[in-house]
Structure formats: C-alpha cells, structure tokens
C-alpha cells in the first residue's frame, strides 16, 4: 500500500480553507490526511515548498473525448437522425486516447463531464469520468449523470438542414414538452403494470394469471429518471428569453434544472436566483460565433456570484480548450469575480452538479487524491500546471513549453 506525503505547500483546499506549509498524505489513491500537522510515518516525503497544492480543477461542460480534435472522422458528440435522442450515452462515444485528454491532464483538469452537443430539444445521457485512462469504463466516476437538452438557435438549425421538426423556438419547446408528457404516460402504465402484478401475488398460485409487461422504451425510461428527479437536466439556453422557457419547462414538469451556457444570465438573475438554479457559464472567451451570443461578457461570473447564484466556469471543449479552464477564470477574475470564490467555479461548485462531490472537488479525507501542484500563484496566467495527480497517481509532469509531437 503506497503511502505518500506532500509537505511544505500552501494547500488550497477548496472548502474556504488555506493552509500554509501543509501537508496532505495520499494511499491507495485516496486523501487519507490533509493539514498542518500530519503524520508521516512510514510515507515517501514529497518536499513541495515554494509551491501551491490545489484540488483537480473540474470542466462540467465538455465534449472532450467525443468531439474528435484533430480528426473529423472521429466526430461523435450529437446523434442527430432524430431530434429526441435521451437514449443515446456519452459514454459510448468516449475515446480515451483523444488528444483533449492530454490537454485536459496539462491545464490540471482531472474530471469531466462529457455530454452530448446542442443538436437536439432532447439528447444524450452525460458522463462523469476522469481526464486518465485506456478504458472508457475505468475512467467513469458517474453515469448516467444528467440528460441534454438545447433551445435556441442549434436545435433550429439542425431540424432545417435535416428537414424535420423543429425549425422554431416554438417547435423546439413542443418536441421537449410532448416528450415529458409521454414519459408521464409511459410511468403510469408501468405504474398500472406494477399494481396489477401485485394484486396478481396476493391470489393463490393457482388463480393467477400470466401478465405481459408493457414494452421497454429506454428514452422515456431515461426521461422518468428526470421527471423522479434522479437526473438533472442540462439546458444549453443563451439568450434570455431561451433561459425562460427553460425555466416554464422545468417547473410544468417539476424536473431539476441546470441551466448551461446561460449567457444573459445576468439579465435574468432574479427569476434564477430565486429558483436556486446553478449556473454554468461559458465559454466565456472566443468570438460571438453567433446572434443569441451578442452579449457575451465574462464579467457575468462575478455578476452572478455576488448574486448569490451557484456558479461553474465551463470551456465546452475543444470550443475553448479545455486545458484553458483556468485561463477563463482569471479573466473573470479581471473582470470582477471575486479572487476568493473563483477556485470554487472550478472545483467544489460543478463537483456538486455533477453529483460526485462526495469523491472530488475539494481536497478532504476519504476523497479520490486527484490534485495539481503549481510554483506561483495559481491566479497569475504565467503561473504553469507542473504537476497533475488523479488517483494518486501522477498523470502530467511539465517539462518546458508544450510542443505536441
């Protein structure tokens, strides 16, 4: 069982705290003590001073892995023969040995969320999985995770290349809204099934009848899960009156919500702060490729944190590099998110919405031991990843500039 211990570094735990000249002891891949005064016997000593350990930064929204960087031909991130697809899975899309991964692993990112693209009023199932590995299975922290869904200009744009519904925003939000409402049907006659069943066991043997169960839908088994509020709904939404109808979906069918891209967001903070509805903005850097992102500002981080909003910062890799996850937050940083609640957009705030923070997002005993170390501050761009951990075990050492081969 290998023992290790970190000592000597400025610990940013994630949780608030800040340690200074701490230490943090990792075994068998896991936090098994964190703190000023640790006991490091029988570890191998890991001399970290001068150097700032943070917990393994976290990119909610991501398509690395499934997007094909570098290769078209390996493009996999939107099923689109069918504009309601919650049956199709990232996870079997993944290709571990993407280059993104490797970017991931250089910018210290260490978990993903990997989910299906903006094609569809419905997609895909998301995955959590870490950013190290050969086998998709063997990096997976969570699955399913969530389920896609797309309003606005995307899911327009596709049904009109493709000649199918939706061509409207309208279209769009009938396809989702007539979706649920077949799922609800879908449970009540599973519901029904169930009842009959058990009304069959109470009859002696003899008496009871042979039943047929209903057949097996496995998306509107999925869309269930989201209306039991088992799985959240991830709703790509830019503009604001996007954002609305995303909200007039979620409550008509009382599914949790989780509004991503959100870019006039800070136009509409009151209905979502008021709803506790987290926030993953993003990308925040790049051009406005399109009308809906108009007003794209990177100081809607700061504006929604100090509203009170729950806040993740997202690359939607490879649209931003995921390897530039940090980079986005020092810009919102520049443009007023406050330093002391920026580590969190990156780390303990997408852990939760991922529903793995009881694993990652923070550096705390019994957590996996996936951690960076960085000789400056890690708020100061020139400041470089030097070393990322998942697992406890090291992943990326930087040796120079990058250069790929």
Known sequence: MTRTA???????????EVIDRGGLVTQDGRIVQVGS?????????????????????IDAHAHTGIWGEGSHDDFDGNEMSEAITPYVRALDSIYPEDPGFDDARRGGVTTIGIMHG???????????????????????????????????????????????APTSRMGVAHL???????????????????ALVAAEAAKPESERTPLRSPKRDLGLEILVKVLNRELPIRNHAHRMDDIRTAIRLSEEFGYELILDHATEAHRIIDEIVSRNIPVCLGPLIGGRSKREVARKTPASVGIMVKAGAKVIVMTDSPFVPVEHLRDQVIIAIREGLPEDRALETITSNPADILGVADRVGTLEVGKDADFILMKGDPWDARTRVQQTFINGQLVFSADGPYIPD
Request: proline share 4%.
């Open 37 to 57: 005064n640790i006991d490091m016997s029988g570890s191998e000593i890991i001399d970290c001073a001068g150097q700032y350990l943070l917990p393994g930064f």
């Open 6 to 16: 970190y000592i000597n570094a400025t610990i940013w735990t994630g949780t608030g």
């Open 118 to 164: 903006s094609a569809n009023p419905i997609g895909g199932q998301l995955t959590v999985a870490k950013s190290a590995g050969l086998v998709a299975d063997d990096m997976v922290l969570r699955e399913p995770a969530g389920v896609k869904m797309a309003f606005g200009e995307n899911p327009k744009r596709v049904g009109e290349s493709r000649k199918r």
């Open 176 to 194: 989702a809204r007539k979706s649920f409402v077949e799922a609800q049907e879908y449970q009540k006659d599973w519901e029904h099934h169930e």
